[in-house]
């Protein structure tokens, strides 16, 4: 038995690795390897009051924090059965806009163009070629403008509150943001023009089931619950209160990660997910990217998310200056929360962080106190799914050469943007 | 001058004080070009893992005997240690309430699986090995970090306020949530420095830079408690992001 072992995953966020085991030629076993700490902060939060759980929740990861904080707030009003304003959805989709450009941003330019082009780091990048560095700090730093005014800060963001916002954002912010947004669209095509011209990352095919979001009107990332999973052969759709359905998970001994099938088989959530259950979404320019990609749908390589990426980051611009306008066009209102009456319940709230479906799940006493919480996070579903596509690549690889294996491996970790922070946090045992 | 050589490391935590540091965006590839950056394994895939270092930059709590094991190896081969955020410098959300049974706890998420996993109570950095500055902040604010970069590489020591988030707030002509709205603010003993972000945007601050320097906790507990707030859940709240017994 040889084993290929990838000690600590590079330029993901977490602490994670891979194995996999050779009998022969044939792949006889292949682990994606979490070692974050438990933090176990959904045992922990029993008994806290509702008010408590959003701001301590964020904290199970950074560059997802606006997707925990809201989908935290949107379960405990579903729990509470308090409805927020038209207003306030309008910013917190916007407020998602602004994670998913940052995030997007930070993963292709700073963790995955490196690979293609066999650097290091964006740092060693930025030395021969800054512009793609620039580019991807230039819209990482709009992304965080947006979570910063809408948010109050650019990681966990302390302005989104039971029943709606803090302080509704300025008439000014608001304009400053739109002309930003504006500025920031004339990256778009420098972007697409980037990712098409890597190189073809082209090892690893396999049939793939896709979940994601089914948007009510298409490009949702917060709105919406219920899930759509997407395979060769069929469809079927999880209502957020059956999300248990996705996530009969088992907890494996490598991992504080439980697997997640569906069906008995992994599925991959995240961008081109999203793509493929919403193909709607991609018209006008988009389309015309999607083409210049080479990008076919429902893609059988999970490299494609990077190109599924970079289209929702330009698609992100329009959408939330979209947002902009709209609020602009109802006229800004400096609206108080909604007020919030606690009462015994369970709320189930499903959204789309940027690496793919988030679940929130709390039961409240009637005092507005946390008895049981559940978290599922895009890491944790995709484990399955990328373990099965670290075994196809292997199986693909000609070569039985080390190195050759350990780099594609590697690639097709950092293409699923994995969050390790975030993996470790799981359902109860059931 | 040679460059300083820096490392950036993460324990247990969210990665959201790193993220701060990526986050420089206008000044990352300035600062890149004052240090030699050795060791970051969330920004790059080739990392010198034993080389000593003038600087070591370190987030989040410990939570396991891994844990435990890197600092003390970061520590061994570091002349400045830096425990970056509240997890690093008090211990962060992963510390509340740490007195619980975690066996229990880990028997309850994970499954009988869950007693063989490499974990332990959370603890401040400062527990385990000496800690030669703490930049407090849930996520670190990006001014303390820049700050802090440039008086390393003077020589110096930065200093951050020690003053409550209430002294901030007042500067900046705030209406009080907790004396005009009765809303249960952690301000008055939550150590300043950000500028009272939360009750800026009428948002109670939830404590979570870290105790305030010179604070009179028990006077605090008891005007909360005369407003109405149950005792042990006060308690509770205000341990969220830094545990009792964390002195520093
Ligand atoms: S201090 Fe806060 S931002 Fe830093 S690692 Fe801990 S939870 Fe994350
Ligand atoms: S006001 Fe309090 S909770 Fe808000 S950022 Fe400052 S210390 Fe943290």
Not at chain 1, 12 to 29: F, K, P, Q, W
Not at chain 1, 48 to 75: F, G, M, N, Q
Not at chain 2, 170 to 198: F, K, S, V
Request: glycine share 8%; charged share 25%; hydrophobic share 40%.
């Amino acid at each position: 038995m040889t084993t290929i072992a990838i000690e600590h995953l590079a330029r993901v966020e977490g602490h994670g690795g891979i194995t996999v085991e050779l009998e022969g030629d044939a792949v006889a076993n292949v682990r994606f390897d979490v070692f974050e700490g438990a933090r176990l902060l959904e045992p922990l939060i029993r008994g806290k009051r509702y008010d408590e759980v959003a701001p301590i929740l964020s904290r199970i990861c950074a560059i997802c924090s606006v997707a925990h904080s809201l989908t935290s707030l949107k379960a405990t009003e579903s729990a509470f059965g308090v409805r927020v304003s038209p207003q306030t959805e309008l910013l917190r989709e916007l407020l998602y806009r602004g994670e998913s450009i940052e995030s997007h941003a930070l993963h292709l330019f700073l963790l995955a163009v490196p690979d293609y082009l066999n650097y290091p780091s964006a740092t060693a990048l930025a030395a021969d070629k800054p512009a793609a560095v620039l580019l991807g700090l230039r819209l990482k730093k709009l992304g965080n403008q947006i979570q910063e005014a809408i948010g109050g800060r650019a990681v966990h963001p302390v302005n989104a509150v039971p029943g709606g916002f803090g302080r509704v954002p300025t008439l000014d912010q608001l304009i400053a943001l739109r002309g930003s947004l504006m500025q920031g669209r004339t990256d778009a095509d420098a972007v697409i023009d980037l990712v098409a011209s890597l190189p073809a990352a082209d090892f690893c095919h396999s049939d793939t089931v896709y979940a994601a979001l089914r948007s009510p009107n298409l490009d949702r990332y917060y709105g919406g619950d219920e899930v759509m999973v997407v395979s060769n052969r069929s469809r079927a759709i999880v209502r957020a209160a059956d999300y248990r359905e996705l996530t009969n998970e088992k907890a494996v001994p490598h991992s504080h990660a439980k697997h997640s099938t569906f069906g008995g088989n992994p599925f991959m959530v995240g961008a081109l997910a999203r793509l493929t259950v919403n193909p709607r979404r991609l018209t006008g320019r988009l389309a015309v990217a999607m083409k210049r990609l080479k990008l076919l749908l429902p893609a059988d390589n999970p490299m494609d998310n990077n190109k599924a990426q970079a289209l929702e980051l330009i698609d992100d611009l329009d959408r939330a200056l979209e947002s902009i306008e709209q609020l602009l066009r109802a006229g800004l209102k400096d609206e108080r929360p909604m007020p919030v009456h606690p009462r015994a319940g369970t709320g189930t709230a499903i959204t789309e962080a940027p690496r793919g479906l988030l679940i929130h799940s709390y039961t409240y006493d009637d005092e507005g106190r946390v008895t049981a919480a559940d978290v599922v996070t895009p890491t944790a579903l995709n484990a399955a799914s990328l373990e099965l596509h670290l075994r196809r690549a292997v199986e693909q690889c000609a070569e039985r050469d080390e190195a050759v294996i350990s780099k594609r491996l590697q690639m097709i970790a950092r293409a699923y943007d994995p969050c390790i922070s975030c993996s470790v946090h799981l359902v109860r045992k059931r | 001058m040679s460059k300083p050589t820096v490392g950036i490391f993460g324990l247990t935590g969210c990665a959201g004080d790193q993220l701060v540091i990526l986050n420089c965006e206008d000044r990352l590839l300035d600062i890149v070009a004052l240090i030699d950056i050795r060791d970051f394994l969330m920004a790059s895939s080739e990392n010198d893992e034993g080389c000593p270092l003038d600087i070591a930059l370190v987030e989040g709590a410990v939570l396991s005997r891994r844990d435990a094991d890197k600092l003390r190896a970061i520590r061994q081969r570091s002349k400045i240690l830096v425990a970056l955020g509240t997890c690093a410098v008090w211990g962060g959300v992963a510390a509340m309430d740490r007195g619980k049974d975690r066996a229990r706890l880990l028997e309850e998420v994970y499954g009988e699986i869950g007693l063989t996993y490499d974990s332990s109570p959370a603890q401040a950095l400062h527990e385990v090995v000496k800690v030669d500055l703490g930049i407090a902040g849930c996520p670190i604010e990006k001014e303390h970090f820049i700050a802090a970069v440039a008086a390393l590489l003077n020589g110096d020591t930065p200093l951050y306020p020690e003053y409550p988030v209430c002294t901030e707030c007042r500067m900046r002509e705030n209406n009080c949530l907790l004396i005009e709205r009765g809303e249960l603010c952690c301000g008055p003993i939550t150590a300043g420095g950000c500028e009272a972000r939360c009750p800026e945007l009428r948002v109670p601050c939830v404590g979570c830079r870290g105790p305030a320097g010179d604070t009179n906790v028990p006077s605090f507990v008891a005007m909360l408690e005369q407003k109405g707030f149950d005792r042990q859940q006060l308690a509770a709240r205000l341990r969220t992001f830094a545990p009792e017994g964390v002195a520093q």
